[in-house]
């Protein structure tokens, strides 16, 4: 069966069918599919019945596994990482502040898949951020002044001891294991190229950018909170449904995503792995 995609009418996102990802993809559909994802940036395969094996498989087609810090992975399968709520939790949503995933790696992923074996029957949606969009929006002095500062990236806010996840964070049912290594920065471009598309994209974040290299703290702070406000504004947005057993490849280089709560009393669990540059 050929493939079929379907724009969302979002500013990025599309649904795919046509391929079953529990089987080996064809080379055809391997190029589809990524055509695909770098025109929309978040594809959604609905209807597939998977197994971690099969996840693993696919997100092989997309690149090398990526290193996941601070979560303690399934057992058997080191590259995957549970990210679950049970029905009766009360810790603070997990990602619940707009970020690109890891991004304060050296080599942040390029790519994340995500897998979704219980989904609430309310809430629960993620949202993506489109990033080629927002800097397309920024005024061209701003685009400029940008354009040669660095973002200085931290885990800290989240995975530190004294971060949202340390050591005060009781009750969660997700395996995240805090650390002082969350207390490292990484710089990036706060005008990032995309390597594959030649388009540029705004990569600073709420989660994981704590300053601009070279600015003074009020400046950068004043700078980011600007940034911050402008990126997530809803003409960037795209708000994706879950349903039961939907695959999700998003491109981390060009968007952000935040997820969100309204599902108190239900169970949520996916399964998520990052891929390598
Ligand atoms: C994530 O940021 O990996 C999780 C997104 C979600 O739970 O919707």
Known sequence: MPLSIEAQPAPCGALVYGA??????STEDITGIREAWLSYQVLAFPNQTLSIKDIERFAATVGAFGQDPFFESVP???????????????????AESFHSDWS???DPPIATVLYGN??????????????????????????RRLESLRGI?????????????????????????YSDEALATQLHPVAKVHPETGRTALFVSP???????????????????????????????????????????????????????????????????????
């Open 153 to 177: 990236h931290s885990a800290r806010r989240g995975y530190a001891r004294d971060g949202l996840y340390g050591e005060r964070d009781a009750g969660r049912s997700m395996a995240i294991r």
């Open 207 to 277: 989660g994981y950018t704590i300053g601009i290299d070279g600015m003074a703290d009020p400046e950068a702070s004043e700078l980011l909170m600007e940034l911050f406000r402008h990126q997530r504004q809803e003409a960037f947005i795209y708000r994706h449904r879950w349903s039961p057993e939907m695959l999700v490849l998003w491109d981390n280089r060009c968007l952000l995503h935040a997820a969100t709560g309204g599902y108190d009393g239900h169970d949520r669990l996916l399964h998520r792995i990052t891929v390598a540059g």
């Open 20 to 25: 079953d990802l529990s089987r080996p993809l």
């Open 104 to 106: 304060f790696l050296p």
């Open 118 to 143: 219980v989904i609430p029957p309310v809430g629960g949606d993620t949202l993506f951020a489109n990033q080629y969009d927002a800097w397309d929006a920024l005024p061209e002095a701003t685009r």
């Open 76 to 94: 058997g399968h080191p590259h995957v990482a549970q990210i679950r709520r049970d029905a009766d939790e009360k810790t603070p949503l997990f």
